[in-house]
């Protein structure tokens, strides 16, 4: 008896472990790897002096306070936006909705192009401005989806008490949305933390990031303690990040829904006014500007006088070749460490690392650690859609694991009672009822492989050069014709994203 | 007794190791370059060598090359340091005089490095925006700090562009060591605009390109008005030929390499007239060849400077503390 339970629970154990071997060593093997490749080269007696220097304290501070104020307000923005856009019913809301996510998902290079208008602003303000651009949809659609669950049986009930307005939303709804708002806010937080081409851009490299710092402590000046210390305070925040929003990472899935009431006439026009000129404007002049006969016409073209190895339509399909390979390692290894860590979820802090680290420093590491025998992977093509499935997995993590832990535990346990197995409990019963999650995360690992572009300029090589990676190519060199030809794949990557954004966002939810 | 795995697990587990078994026998092939018949050039992104171009190579020596671009020039120079133990490739193509002592110092070549091909930093102005503003246009370095021009120019941060940096070295050269600050202290006085890229500066806010922004004079290349000839057969911009900075691009011999004789053979094919004349129409650069002629289009609109200053600065021993000084005026 004594024997039995103790081999079960090895059984149970030894599970787990195996479960865990996978994702373990991928994550292992294609990022702590190369990352603590680059990161060993760069330990020196100096290591810690360069915290001090003016230079990297600035990049620091100025990291920090701007993700601070960008979350504030996005969320300041929001949080009314997701509440008319998925608490309340009106003509067109669903586009709206859409069309918030493309520049969330769209490669920040077209971001910039979009958002030039911005550009006669004060420095600071137009990288506030178009951090919100980009990351305003992270916080309607996160805390959206949760609000628009909520049982309306609750708002009637507080209603009888007279709790009406703000004071309902205060007292009813927040506490509900609280883990939702905490999830979203944190990734918009990482986000601006991170981002690069919108510092770099608006801030004319006059300002720096932790970012743009290591990507120029690396590139230009081979300055390795710098990059490998800033390295080490990026994931220092990532994981702090991490633990404060731990709390929130349970969401509530779809389960809707009768339908939401309809919205004041006020309401739907500031929604749509808002939205027509902070997201439909820049978005349609990059389209304006790119969707013309003489421009499709030069994209079969190798630019002006030959400047591209492969035409835009060949980039595009190793582009689509890439995020399929890395969307699918992504979404296997992600699933598996959702699904393992109900039980453990500080265990995903080591697969959400990857969001906080600068995909340069990656690159680099990737270089050192896989030149020669036995994996020679930097001299492959499958490098680049390995550092972005690697990149992709935080995001089928965090996605999977939320709407996962929302599930009320017995279902499965009483499945197993009855015999069912581990794949089994999988297919009929969990993955039907996160379905959204799962397209969500299907769609997102897709986009954010498609617009990866910090590895992929400095691992693809000549023929498998990405979209990205040619568009910058193109408006890297003088003439019309490479100008109008970066716009026309700038508008054929808005119109691809907003169709994945549409087709993965359709349909409604099994109950 | 057998520990089970849950199945769910194991078909996730053959599913990984297919894909990961694929990635490793799809890069297996590339190891292979140590053959006397292989030779891997790694280049910067810019530089363009065509298909046709290597075929011809191949039909010559029977060598097969695979090219390997690694990002920007600066970049490409940093990962050579970086994986000189387990070099990249064979020779390197496109280190410019701003990084080559980088390359030379850390001992990534062998031998000498030959210059190949190169290009002028200079400012250009938009002639449409000058006409119409009935101003004359700017002709020197000199210009740009007086009245007339104030908030006219544009050019990149030399912190985060090469074109920046060649830029503030043709400054250093210009108005030596006591100078050059005082002249970006009076830059700055008569509203420069700082850009982080070439792409910035020139699309976004030079007048004179497809962009259309609204700054006239732009810090780019005296090649680029080449591409600015509009309908009428005329260039819609020009460059100041005075007071530009030269790049030179080279090709060397990487430490390590086990083809020597295969990439010298390249290194001559690079030199070759007929590569030579391909250089201006995919490169945007001049040969180093004197005995190809350039395209009419740059014949006529982008000759080369011809008094380029600022050959003689090492420009990566004072780097940083140019970087330094000039970070301290726009920071």
């Not at chain 2, 020039?73 to 970086?82: D, P």
């Amino acid at each position: 008896m004594d024997l039995d339970l103790r081999l079960a629970k090895l059984r149970r154990v030894s599970a787990l472990l195996g479960g865990w071997l996978i994702p373990a060593g991928f994550i292992g093997l294609l990022f702590y790897f190369p990352l603590g490749s680059i990161l060993l080269l760069g330990f020196s007696g100096e290591f810690l002096g360069v915290l001090g220097t003016p230079i990297a304290v600035a990049a620091i501070w100025f990291t920090l306070w701007q993700a601070v104020v960008s979350v504030a307000l996005a969320l300041a923005i929001g949080l009314p936006l997701s509440y008319l856009l998925y608490r309340r019913r009106f003509f067109g809301s669903a586009f709206l909705r859409n069309l918030m996510l493309v520049p969330f998902v769209t490669p920040t290079i077209v971001v910039v192009i979009a958002l030039q208008p911005l550009r006669v602003l004060p420095t600071w303000m137009a990288i506030l401005a178009a951090n919100l651009f980009l990351n305003l949809a992270v916080i309607v659609r996160g805390v959206g989806s949760s609000w628009q669950s909520l049982d309306r049986n609750l708002d009637d009930a507080a209603r009888l008490d007279g709790a009406n307005g703000w004071r309902l939303i205060r007292s009813i709804h927040v506490p509900v949305l609280r883990s939702a708002i905490l999830s979203s806010a944190s990734l918009v937080f990482l986000y601006c933390a991170t981002s690069f081409a919108i510092v770099l851009s608006f801030g004319g490299g006059q300002i720096q990031s932790i970012e743009t710092l290591t990507y120029y402590s690396l590139t230009a000046h081979l300055d390795l303690p710098t990059a490998s210390v800033l390295a080490l305070v990026q994931t220092v925040i990532t994981v702090v990040v991490f633990l404060l929003s731990r709390r929130g990472d349970v969401a509530v899935e779809d389960l809707s829904l009768s339908a939401a009431p309809l919205a004041s006439r006020f309401s739907v026009f500031a929604v749509w006014g808002f939205i027509a000129v902070a997201f439909a404007l820049p978005i349609g002049q990059v389209l304006a500007r790119g969707l013309n006969a003489q421009a499709f016409d030069w994209l079969n073209s190798l630019g002006a006088r030959g400047l591209l190895d492969i035409t835009v339509w060949q980039a595009l399909a190793n582009s689509l070749r890439n995020s399929l390979i890395a969307a699918s390692l992504a979404l296997v290894v992600g699933t598996l460490v959702a699904k393992l860590s109900t039980r453990r979820p500080g265990l995903r802090l080591w697969f959400v690392l990857p969001l906080g680290v600068s995909s340069v420093m990656l690159g680099f590491g990737y270089l050192v650690a896989f030149g020669g025998e036995p994996l020679p992977l930097r001299s492959s093509w499958m490098v680049v859609p390995l550092v972005q499935s690697v990149l992709a997995t935080p995001l089928v993590v965090r996605g999977l694991s939320a709407a996962l832990d929302g599930l009320p535990r017995e279902l499965a346990e009483s499945a197993a009672t009855a015999g069912a197995s581990g794949w089994q409990i999988w297919r009929m019963i969990e993955l039907p009822l996160i379905a959204i999650a799962f397209k969500n995360a299907v769609a997102l690992a897709l986009l954010v492989s498609i617009g990866e572009f910090g590895s992929a300029a400095l691992l693809s090589y000549g023929k498998q050069a990405t979209l990205p990676v040619v568009l910058f190519r193109l408006i890297s060199r003088p003439g019309e014709q490479n100008y109008s030809m970066a716009m026309a794949a700038a508008s054929l990557m808005i119109i691809f994203v907003f169709a994945v954004v549409t087709l993965t966002s359709a349909g409604k939810p099994k109950n | 007794m057998m520990l089970s795995i849950p199945k769910v697990s194991i078909r996730i587990a053959s599913l990984f190791a297919a894909v990961t078994l694929t990635a490793i026998s799809l890069t297996g092939c590339s190891s292979s370059s140590s053959l006397a018949s292989q030779l891997t050039v790694v280049v910067h992104d810019s530089v363009v060598i065509t298909d046709a171009q290597l075929a011809e190579f191949t039909k010559q020596t029977g060598i097969e090359v695979t090219l390997v671009k690694a990002g920007d020039a600066g970049a490409m120079t940093n990962k050579l340091v970086l994986t000189k133990d387990q070099p990249i490739g064979d020779l390197v193509y496109g280190i410019d005089n701003t990084f080559a002592s980088v390359a030379t110092s850390n001992n990534v070549i062998a031998g000498d490095l030959s210059a190949i091909d190169y290009g002028d930093v200079c400012l250009n102005y938009d002639k449409t925006w000058f006409a119409s503003h009935e101003l004359a246009a700017p002709t020197s370095l000199d210009d740009l700090i007086k009245s007339d021009y104030q908030g006219l120019t544009v050019v990149e941060n030399p912190n985060t562009s090469s074109t920046g940096l060649g830029f503030l070295a043709a400054s250093v050269a210009q108005y030596g060591d006591a100078g050059w600050q005082t002249y970006w202290r009076a830059l700055k006085n008569n509203d420069v605009k700082i850009d982080a890229g070439w792409e910035d500066a020139y699309y976004t806010d030079f007048s004179g390109s497809s962009g259309k922004g609204n700054y006239p004079i732009v810090l780019s290349y005296s090649s680029s008005p080449a591409d600015e000839v509009r309908d009428n057969g005329e260039s819609q911009t020009a460059a100041i030929l005075g007071g530009c900075y030269r790049q030179t691009e080279y090709a060397g011999v990487l430490t390590g390499t086990k083809n020597l004789g295969g990439a010298k053979k390249f290194i001559e094919f690079l030199l070759s007239d007929k590569f030579q004349a391909s250089i201006p129409g995919s490169m945007y650069m001049y040969p180093v060849s004197k005995t190809v002629s350039l395209p009419d289009s740059w014949a006529q609109f982008a000759p080369a400077a011809d008094q380029p200053i600022g050959k003689d600065l090492d420009v990566n021993a004072n780097r940083a503390t140019w970087l330094k000084a000039w970070t301290s005026i726009f920071g």
